[in-house]
């Protein structure tokens, strides 16, 4: 209920944000950023519709008048009257920034659905970004967890094309690989489906023992998805911690 009814406008907020809600750290932010993004679609299409029908209308009626009193010069018609409304209204700030609006809409709606990417409105994102600068806090990090550590059309596409190809791969269980390199004990985990938030250097909690997460790559076979992670000699458990828990009996296998 409360991913229904408060998630689409916290989806909003950027990540950092939203982290800090103690009571939202296990919600699936997917669904809520979905519906997020189409709501700001569906409300950019719907000012802009009433945009032009107002706007276009009342420069019309304007150039009318102003045509009527002898204001306009010779030899103005009706259709000239119109491109020209058509054309202050295509060329106005306000168009634009629904535009904007509209657009954003859309790619947050694109990314949640496909790329599992939960992007917050461009606005909040530039407020944090601004505050972490006059706070010293800079970096690739501070735009990951604003949620624009993909913020390019290419990444978004690679990340759809990407989705759309492991959607036809058949559902695995996990395999996993336990091997030593050295005094260094790692354990890397072949699934056929990303593990979303599994980003390095997180850290993962498997049984009774703590790793890290040192790499994640995505390559062929029936189980693309690799995530390589090193064990630690201790660990504490916190909120940011995650806790790898295989849907079904995992595979196991020694390198």
């Known amino acids: 209920m409360l991913s229904f009814l408060l998630g689409p406008f916290l989806a909003l907020l950027p990540k950092r944000w939203r982290r800090s809600l103690p009571f939202l750290t296990s919600l699936d932010w997917r669904v ?11 409300l950019a299409v719907v000012a802009m519709l009433y945009w032009y029908s107002y706007s ?10 102003v045509a009527l009193a002898g204001k306009a010069g010779p030899g103005v018609n009706e259709q000239e009257i119109g491109f020209m409304a058509i054309f202050i209204f295509a060329t106005h700030p306000l ?6 609006f509209a657009l954003e809409g859309s790619v947050r709606l694109v990314a949640a659905a ?25 970096g690739p990090r501070v735009a990951a967890e604003g949620g624009y550590a993909e913020g390019n059309f290419s990444s978004y596409f690679g990340a759809i094309r990407e989705k759309v190809r492991l959607s036809k791969t058949a559902s695995l269980p996990d395999e996993l690989c336990v091997f030593k390199e050295g ?52 660990g504490v458990m916190s909120r940011t911690v995650l806790v790898y828990s295989p849907g079904e009996e995992p595979v196991v296998s020694q390198k």
């Open 183 to 234: 005094a260094e004990e790692f354990l890397e985990i072949r699934a056929s489906r990303r593990k979303p938030d599994w980003t390095p250097p997180r850290t993962v909690k498997y049984q009774d023992r703590f790793y890290r997460l040192e790499d994640c790559s995505t390559g062929s076979g029936p189980r693309p998805c690799r995530y390589r992670l090193r064990r630690l000699s201790a």
């Open 114 to 138: 496909f790329a599992e990417s939960y992007l917050a409105i461009l606005p909040l994102f530039v407020v944090d970004q601004v505050f972490l600068k006059i706070t010293g806090q800079s």
């Open 32 to 42: 809520p950023t979905v519906v997020s993004g189409f709501g700001e679609f569906l």
């Open 56 to 65: 276009v209308s009342t420069w019309v009626s304007r150039g009318l008048d």
């Open 95 to 100: 168009t634009w920034l629904i535009a904007y």
